[in-house]
């Protein structure tokens, strides 16, 4: 009986007050949608940063050994640091802080031609266990490099996306055959298109990877470029880095702490670096929002105060044919929270169109995808409870404190 009272009412004031009723809504819907359209959009760019950054590596570590800069032991520095496959299972079996590790081959002198189509890419020798660490995903009815192919130094290729279409065209790459200097090739793998914004070698769209022992036999590297490996667990990245200069240090008699020695790119720290600021981002933009939000809600009040004013008498009648104090209370109470809801409902519908719309804009690229993440809705739903709560509950309260004969005479 109660609440088809306060639906009743509800209904008169909407019809009678249409532009009003219509402002109140439009600050809740406005500040609803700019409170979850920037995080959303914020979450959207995060994650879409955090891909392209996952283009290069998941959280890899690179090393160079290079020439050393300090003195030790009676050696002179600017000594050169050199590592072979050998030195790369040492490590793998003497550092157990990293995971995974492999050795990096690179040249980029090798022709490579394909019928009419000739193109001089970077090439790199390395492991199976690279195309892990490197996120190098291959098409299907391909593969990567695998364990056979190094123990018996098969002429395999695995070919970036960019480069298997300038070098066959559309025609299907996989058991294809390029000239590599002069050598066949059979192509295996054909790596999935990524999103890449970084690099040490070269995008890896325009890149081949072929077996190290190939590699090494082929064009009489011993030494490799490079070292990529991955820590067992994130929070021994550090440590992980530690072992293995003080590995190289003491077979071949470096300073430990000569940082020139062996040069590293730690993408983790690029990671944490991006999260931290990520996480500040999407505070400033929630932080915006909910003031946005708190504004509309400020207005709300300010509507239900006129309210209670052009009311007055109507309250003063109702408290003399024995309405009570919590009856008046809950009737502005239930008109502003079911106002808040409606244009929380409308703000989030809006955001959900826009959300849905923006892939099709093919803005992915630059923005990536937004998205309503669940912990979003449920803060946005509390706040506007909140505030619904806090602009009746003032109003109402005044208006329930109205004495019966002082609302008469109003």
Sequence with gaps: ?????????????????????????????????????????GEGFHQQVMVAQKGLGDRIVIAWPARTSKPFNGLPRGRRVRVTQEDIEMIRRKVPEIGTITGEYGDDQRRFKAGRNVLVPHVSGVDPEFAAMRSLVPSPGGRF??????????????????????????????GQYVNVGGTPYMVVGVMVAKAQDSSYQGRDKDSASIPWSTFESSYGRKY???????AADLDTTGPAKEQLIATLAGKYGFDPTDEEAVVMWDTTEGFQFLNTFFLAFRTFLGVVGVLTLVVGGIGVSNIMNVVVEERTREIGVKMALGARRRYIIGQFLFETLALTLVGGAIGFLITWGMCAAAPLLGAEEFIGTPAISPMVAAITTGILGFIGFLAGFFPARAAASLHPVYALRS
């Design 1 to 41: 009986m109660v609440l088809r009272n306060y639906l009743r009412q509800f209904w008169r004031d909407i019809r009678t007050q249409k532009l009003r009723t219509f402002l109140t809504v439009f600050g809740i819907i406005w500040g609803t949608a700019a409170v979850t359209l920037l995080l959303a959009f």
């Design 145 to 174: 490099l695998n364990p056979i192919d190094m123990q018996q130094r098969k002429r395999v290729i695995f070919l970036g996306d960019e480069l298997a279409t300038d070098l066959f065209g559309e025609d299907e790459a996989v």
């Design 224 to 230: 490799v470029d490079n070292i990529v490996f991955q």
